[in-house]
């Protein structure tokens, strides 16, 4: 059983920062890559960022040189740092894993619950 738990979001003013945090935890798996997605209000949900455990990185040409994602490989948790926040940055923001299972050698994607984060003006 895989499960990513997020945490970090909240309401901030324009210009403001927040750091998100996704754990993954369970039994069974490889982590290939990590990454967050985020589905403003009435819209399809969209790429924001993602860590490969090669360690690449890519993020959408939206949040360049503002978000960072980092990674904690001994926590199993990543980050994302988001700096000069944005009204049009408010979504709710889910974490994202795609895995190797084991067991199978198949390659899953899992999802957190999702974390809102609001940007006043």
């Known amino acids: 059983q895989v499960q990513l738990v997020e945490s970090g979001g909240g309401l901030v003013q324009a210009g403001g920062s927040l750091r998100l945090s996704c754990t993954i935890s369970?039994?069974?798996?490889?982590?290939?890559?990590m990454g967050w997605y985020r589905q403003p209000p009435g819209k399809q949900r969209e790429f924001v960022a993602l860590s490969t455990f090669g360690g690449g990185t890519n993020y959408v040409d939206s949040v360049k040189g503002r978000f960072t994602i980092s990674r904690d490989t001994a926590k199993n948790t990543i980050y994302l740092q988001m700096n000069a926040l944005k009204p049009e940055d408010t979504a709710l923001y889910y974490c994202?894993?795609?895995?190797?299972?084991?067991?199978?050698?198949?390659?899953?994607?899992?999802w957190g619950q999702g974390t809102q984060v609001t940007v006043s003006s």
């Open positions: 369970g039994t069974g798996f490889s982590v290939e890559a």
């Open positions: 994202n894993a795609v895995v190797l299972l084991l067991i199978n050698g198949h390659r899953n994607p899992y």
